[in-house]
Nanobody, 124 residues
């Protein structure tokens, strides 16, 4: 499994960024997909997930990003996206995507395939 996140950069508070994650080496539509982030000196945390098509493509977010971030997937392109609006300095982190076949797809446990993340820096 190879997951490659891209789209990070430097943005001012209140701005927007769109991340993409291209997946290969797996049957993409059979996997739930998630976004995680790791800020300097902190543990990696769950951000958002979207279930596989067979589970309805349902989305789930951590409370701190609800209403600001939107996760989506394009199964034809083997790609998952994270649209981030209303960015805050506390959103600064390296963002990673990951895949899971765990039936409890809303839980961070079960996600893997970590690739190289993409750095998002939000200035105040």
């Amino acid at each position: 499994v190879q997951l490659q996140a891209s789209g990070g950069g430097l943005v001012q508070a209140g701005g927007s960024l769109g991340l993409s994650c291209s997946a290969s080496g797996l049957t993409f539509r059979n996997y739930h997909m998630g976004w995680f982030r790791q800020a300097p000196g902190q543990e990696r945390e769950f951000v958002a997930a979207i279930s596989r098509p067979g589970y309805g493509g349902v989305t789930h977010y951590t409370d701190s990003v609800k209403g600001r971030f939107t996760i989506s997937r394009d199964n034809a392109k083997n790609t998952v996206y994270l649209q981030m609006n209303g960015l805050k300095p506390e959103d600064t982190a390296v963002y990673y995507c990951a895949a899971s076949q765990n039936v409890n797809w809303r839980m961070a446990v079960g996600y893997g395939g970590w690739g190289q993340g993409t750095l998002v820096t939000v200035s105040s």
